[in-house]
């Protein structure tokens, strides 16, 4: 009878171990889906104000006129904040974003394609961003604030 209780001792700690790496291995692959997901929805983000900047530009072409367009942005993406940057690269306007509440190395970008002079930053949670579009002797520049 005494063999019975370490064997019985020992299959509860092996379930017990297995269990603890079960657990472990969800946490894991769950944390991994989460940050794909939010890096995707930070991608659409940066879309979504690339085709606004274009949508200002095509609209405001005809004339020499202003426009803003104020842009629907979450608070947050998941629970980080997150800021967005245009600006100007060696060949086209630009799109940035990253992670979090200081302007640091992007993390992802998307390309306005269109010739225009971009400058501005937005950081979530101070306001909505706007998108301000000007136009001066034919060239266009467009400026992303906080409202």
Not at 73 to 78: D, I, K, L, R
Not at 114 to 127: D, H, I
Request: aromatic content about 8%.
């Amino acid at each position: 009878m005494p063999s019975i209780i370490p064997g019985f001792v020992y299959s509860l700690f092996a379930a017990l171990v297995v269990g603890v790496i079960l657990v472990s291995a969800c946490s894991v692959a769950t944390s991994t889906i989460r940050a794909d997901a939010e890096k995707q929805q930070l991608r659409n983000i940066d879309e979504y104000v690339a085709a606004q900047s274009l949508a200002l530009l095509s609209h405001g072409g005809a004339g020499e006129q202003n426009l803003t367009q104020f842009l629907d942005v979450p608070y947050q993406v998941g629970n980080q904040r997150f800021w967005i940057t245009i600006t100007n690269g060696s060949s086209a306007a630009l799109v940035q974003s990253g992670f979090g509440v200081d302007v640091l190395s992007s993390q992802i970008q998307v390309e306005i394609p269109s010739k225009v002079a971009a400058s501005g930053s937005f950081v979530s949670g101070s306001g909505r961003p706007v998108l301000q579009c000007h136009f001066e002797n034919g060239i266009a520049s467009l400026m992303l604030t906080q409202e």
